[in-house]
Every structure is written in structure tokens, then in C-alpha cells.
């Protein structure tokens, strides 16, 4: 029944390894987010989906890189892990993005991945 | 330019009223946002207001909106202690539907 999903709930790994995190979704919405939250509860926006395509690409270090195999699903790949990625990541989807209403443009969020980095 | 402020931390009693205050600068947001996180937890969608709107009432949640000063309160009354939690307040100023969200309210509620 959960709207929106993410796998693994934890996450703790070593400085320099690669690891991927999932998100989907059966709300049957076209767009997905992924939110990063800091330490200090920051929460900022790092990309989104609209269908499979990428919307949104903020400023992320190429060490990230969003998949979206179909537009269920928005995948978050992060290679050489660094200690300033640990963070709380939150995947969100919403129906359409900026487009014609609060329906179609509210963001519903997963319940986070805790990722820590030693 | 973008950014959203909220004050910190915010202490009642239970069953008083809470008023949690955030200030947002881009005036093209069409829609306004709380969201509410408790601890471990995820954020939960609470309520959202079209900018055309100067107030909008659900339950115990009150909504209030000045689009003059770009200041949006959101007001719990009878508070409870399960409203303890972190508000996020956020804008969507237009475009590619992307949230600038606030640092965040951390409301405590005690006895």
C-alpha cells in the first residue's frame, strides 16, 4: 500500500565505494524527485524526472547519477562515496510538474535512506 | 532569488495554540507548502495554499497567507504532543515544480 518507497531504509558504508539507492512509486504519477536532507534538516533538491526524462539537474557532483528505468521508478546511483554524502536522501513524485494545479504539482515523499559514510 | 526562512524552534503547552512563521522571497510561487516530519519519519504533505488565497482552514491546521510581505504561518490549535515534530514550510516558485523548502521549525509540545 505504500505510496512511495525507497530501498534501503539504512545504508553505512565505506569512503570511496559505490552504491545505489531505489525509489518507486504506484501512485501512478509522471514525475519523481530526489531531495537530499543534511544534518542540520536542509532539505534541497538534486534532480527530477518527468517520464523517464530529467527535468531538473542542480548543481550535484557528477558522482551522482539518477536512472529512471520507467516512470515508476527513479534510481540514485553514487560512485566514490565521500563523507560529506551522508545524509538523509528522500525520493518524492508528484502527477505533472509546474504545470495546471496544486493536484498535479504537490510532492508526495518517501520515508528516506539514511546514509552514512565512515 | 530563492530562499525561504523559518525561526528555528518553537516550545507550547499542550493545548495551546501554535503559530509556526516562515518568510519566502520569490513572488511567482503559485503554491505555498507545509510539511510536517517527525522523527525517523518521512515528510508528510499537511496542507498547501494557492497564492491567490489569504487564509485556508483544515481542521486544526489554519493556514494564513500575506502575499504583500511574502509571509505564510501555519497555526495548530489544541496542540498535542503528537504534533511535535519538524515544519517545513515550501515554495514552488514556477517552473519545474521544485520545492525550496525552509530549514525547518522543530515544535515541541509538553505538558
Known amino acids: 500500500d505504500t505510496a512511495v518507497s525507497q530501498t534501503p531504509k539504512y545504508l553505512v558504508t565505506q569512503m570511496g565505494n559505490d552504491k545505489s539507492i531505489k525509489c518507486e512509486q504506484n501512485l501512478g504519477h509522471d514525475t519523481m524527485y530526489w531531495y537530499k536532507q543534511d544534518s542540520k534538516k536542509f532539505l534541497k533538491i538534486m534532480f527530477s524526472y518527468n517520464n523517464k526524462e530529467l527535468i531538473i539537474n542542480e548543481t550535484v557532483p557528477n558522482r551522482f547519477s539518477p536512472k529512471s528505468p520507467d516512470k515508476a521508478h527513479l534510481n540514485l546511483h553514487i560512485n566514490s562515496l565521500e563523507l560529506g554524502d551522508s545524509a538523509v536522501y528522500f525520493c518524492?513524485?508528484?502527477?505533472?510538474?509546474?504545470?495546471?494545479?496544486?493536484?498535479?504539482?504537490?510532492?508526495?515523499f518517501g520515508p528516506g535512506t539514511r546514509l552514512l559514510v565512515l | 532569488g530563492e530562499d525561504v526562512e523559518q525561526s528555528l524552534f518553537l516550545s507550547v503547552r499542550e493545548g495551546d495554540s501554535s503559530v509556526i512563521n516562515c518568510t519566502y522571497t520569490d513572488s511567482s510561487s503559485t503554491y505555498l507548502y507545509w510539511y510536517k516530519q517527525e522523527p525517523g519519519a518521512g515528510l508528510q504533505l499537511l496542507t498547501y495554499i494557492f497564492s491567490n488565497m489569504d487564509m485556508k482552514q483544515d481542521q486544526r491546521l489554519t493556514v494564513l497567507l500575506n502575499k504583500k510581505d511574502k509571509h505564510l504561518s501555519l497555526r495548530i490549535a489544541d496542540t498535542q504532543t503528537g504534533d511535535s515534530a519538524i515544519y517545513f514550510c515550501?515554495?514552488?516558485?514556477?517552473?519545474?515544480?521544485?520545492?525550496?523548502f525552509g530549514a525547518g521549525t522543530r515544535l515541541a509540545v509538553h505538558p
Open positions: 515550501a515554495e514552488n516558485p514556477g517552473g519545474y515544480n521544485k520545492l525550496i
Open positions: 518524492a513524485s508528484s502527477q505533472d510538474y509546474g504545470t495546471s494545479g496544486a493536484y498535479q504539482e504537490t510532492q508526495y
